[in-house]
Antibody, heavy 116, light 108 residues
Framework: QVQLVESGGGVVQPGRSLRLSCAAS????????MHWVRQAPGKGLEWVAV????????YYADSVKGRFTISRDNSKNTLYLQMNSLRAEDTAVYYC?????????WGQGTLVTVSS | DIQMTQSPSSLSASVGDRVTITCQAS??????LNWYQQKPGKAPKLLIY???NLETGVPSRFSGSGSGTDFTFTISSLQPEDIATYYC??????????FGQGTKLEIK
């Protein structure tokens, strides 16, 4: 069964860091590009970052560039999002998703709340 | 960066109605356009990719068309289970994969 499971969300103070993980199973993880997409409470979807299947290319939304880092460990079938210098506006459900242009498999999401 | 303008932002229709949502890109994106469905509390689901291709397992009442800057998403006969928010997304202009603002679809 193809599955993505996010973890690592929680409540964090502004300015602090958090690392999200996304565990993949049921498919050849190393063959796919992977994305992080977030959704603030009651708002629409916002693309955050993408990493190529082999980690050779990484791209970020302007809103997180320089603060967030996407990475992957193909030996562990796991995607990561390192989030530094967190702000209140980073509060959202964070989804990992499989795919290049079209994302065909999504995780259930993990909630990150940035609050003092 | 490419901007995606989706309309309407909300829509009320009756079961059996034909429903149309539009998405306009701020510049030519060829056919690099996806449509997603998101139900409350759930992750988005891909319905249409490359503007007009139906994802496997998606009912045929869903369809997409367009190229360049203007795109249309259609539900030919609205069903109660189609109540959701729908998003377009472009992926022509790296490094951004911009989503539209979303269209919340309700039953009249």
């Amino acid at each position: 069964q193809v599955q993505l499971v996010e973890s690592g969300g929680g409540v964090v103070q502004p300015g602090r860091s958090l690392r999200l993980s996304c565990a993949a199973s049921g498919f050849t993880f190393s063959s796919y590009g992977m994305h992080w997409v977030r959704q603030a409470p009651g708002k629409g979807l916002e693309w955050v970052a993408v990493i190529w299947y082999d980690g050779s290319n990484k791209y970020y939304a302007d809103s997180v560039k320089g603060r967030f880092t996407i990475s992957r460990d193909n030996s562990k079938n796991t995607l990561y999002l390192q989030m530094n210098s967190l702000r209140a506006e980073d509060t959202a459900v964070y989804y990992c998703a499989r795919g290049g242009g079209a994302t065909t498999v999504w995780g259930q999401g993990t909630l990150v709340t940035v609050s003092s | 960066d490419i901007q995606m303008t989706q309309s309407p932002s909300s829509l009320s229709a009756s079961v059996g109605d034909r429903v149309t949502i539009t998405c306009q890109a701020s510049q030519d994106i060829s056919n690099y356009l996806n449509w997603y469905q998101q139900k409350p509390g759930k992750a988005p689901k891909l319905l249409i990719y490359d503007a007009s291709n139906l994802e496997t397992g998606v009912p045929s009442r869903f369809s997409g068309s367009g190229s360049g800057t203007d795109f249309t998403f259609t539900i030919s006969s609205l069903q109660p289970e189609d109540i959701a928010t729908y998003y377009c997304q472009q992926y022509d202009n790296l490094p951004s994969y911009t989503f539209g603002q979303g269209t919340k679809l309700e039953i009249k």
